[in-house]
């Protein structure tokens, strides 16, 4: 070798070792935007758990990067996640933004996702369309489609002809009600009224009065995680089921942060859902236990189980780019992911960047003197069925 030419090369090494160095002192960070307080308190609650569970499970360095998680309040106001997403990327210079509690938070965010090449990891929010909002939006959630068509599915077949829906009037909510709609209807079902509650301080009884009147053969219900104790409590008071109107819901109703709470009421709700703190797994055994030791017996529920997988794809991803980050190898390293999260096997549709999961049948049920969705059937590998067609 010429002496130029080794001296060069000297140098180059030098620099990468130097680089390499200055990488690894460099933090990871991922800025997570919850509603840590307000009417979705309990999301932002089980997420951050299942994040910091995850990390004590993992380690706090990936790939010579010290991650370094950064949790922010957005009080599920969208205005709000906006302001905290960009200030965490001008300021706080973060490497991956995460949570999003409901969709129009998720949806307030996309576009700086987009204008700064920061990867968008959705853990709750399940409107179908919030993927398509910026190509840097990964989705660990669920969607709502994908768990509405299950139970209009399974509803003909267990002899209900006519439902009322009654859904949140916002994007999950909307998605609820058309997807289980066209699917029963299309299975020879009727819906003689579909009717819609407020997401801010909503009063269930003048609706419930309505589904009492018409007296369909059930009620299918969405509401968004926090508030499946009220419309359950309100159903029960009114006597709905007395009077031979059944409660079917998707899992957001019989969450499992409240149903323990719900009372005996509750028993024989069948809902359709992608996860279950009874789901019977090896994984989701290790998993409910450490959570529950961790936050005083608290039981996950599928928001946690969202943030866990959320990190997961996180961490899986930053190791794939040998530590090196970067937004657009990110979101690429996190297409096609496929692993067995508590919930059952999950892949991360490389197309979409939506989650490929199993959405199962359970019915409410005691076990050991504790209520649980406890799963009675299974659709496998169930893509959003709510994509457009392009
Ligand atoms: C949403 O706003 O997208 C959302 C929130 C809570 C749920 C489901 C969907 O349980």
Redesign the pocket.
């Known amino acids: 070798m010429h002496q130029r030419t080794v001296i060069q090369a000297a140098i180059a090494a030098a620099l990468l070792v130097a680089g390499g160095a200055a990488l690894a002192q460099e933090r990871f960070r991922i800025g997570l935007i919850l509603p840590m307080t307000g009417q ?1 308190a309990t ?1 932002g609650r089980q997420i951050e758990a299942a994040a910091r569970l995850w990390m004590a499970q993992n380690g706090d360095t990936v790939a010579g990067r010290k991650i370094e998680l950064i949790v922010k309040d957005d009080t599920s106001l969208p205005d709000m996640t906006r302001r905290l997403a960009q200030e965490l990327v001008v300021n706080e210079k973060v490497n991956v933004l995460a949570g999003f ?4 938070s ?1 949806l307030a965010v996309a576009p700086i996702a987009t204008q700064s090449k920061t990867p968008e990891v959705v853990m ?4 179908s369309s ?1 993927t398509e909002a910026s190509p840097y939006i990964v989705r660990t959630s669920f969607t ?1 489609p994908q768990v509405s068509v299950a139970m209009a599915d399974w509803a003909p077949k267990n002899g209900i002809k006519s439902v009322v829906t009654l859904v949140t009037d ?3 909510g909307l998605d609820a009600e058309k997807f289980f709609k066209d699917r029963f209807l299309f299975n020879g079902g009727k819906v003689p009224d579909s009717l819609r509650v407020p997401l801010r301080n909503p009063d269930f009884a003048p609706f419930l009065q309505k589904v009492r009147d018409i007296k369909p053969d059930a009620l299918f219900v969405f509401v ?3 508030a499946g104790a009220a419309v359950m409590k309100q159903f029960l008071e009114r006597g709905m089921d007395k009077a031979g109107i059944r409660l079917i819901a998707t899992g ?1 109703v019989t ?1 499992d942060d409240q149903l323990n709470d719900m009372g005996d009421g509750a028993l024989g709700v069948v809902t359709s859902h992608h996860y279950s703190a009874d789901h019977q797994s090896a994984a989701n055994k290790k998993f409910v236990e450490a959570f529950q030791k961790a936050n005083k017996g608290l039981r996950p529920n ?2 946690a189980v969202g943030g866990y997988d959320g990190m997961r794809v996180i961490y899986e991803a930053l190791k794939k780019t040998g530590g090196k980050g970067g937004g657009e190898a990110l979101v690429a390293a996190m297409k096609g992911q496929v692993f067995e999260s508590p919930r059952g096997p999950v892949f991360i549709d490389a197309q979409t960047r939506d989650v490929v999961q199993n959405v199962y049948l359970r019915k409410v049920e005691k076990k050991n003197g504790q209520l649980f969705n406890v799963e009675f059937d299974v659709i496998k590998d169930v893509k959003d069925p709510g994509k457009t067609k392009k």
């Not at 509690?101 to 129009?104: A, D, H, N, V």
């Not at 709750?124 to 409107?127: D, E, I, P, Q, R």
């Open positions: 979705q999301t509690g409901i969709t129009p998720a709750a929010a399940a409107t919030i709502l916002y994007g999950p968004p995680s926090g957001d969450d599928f928001m």
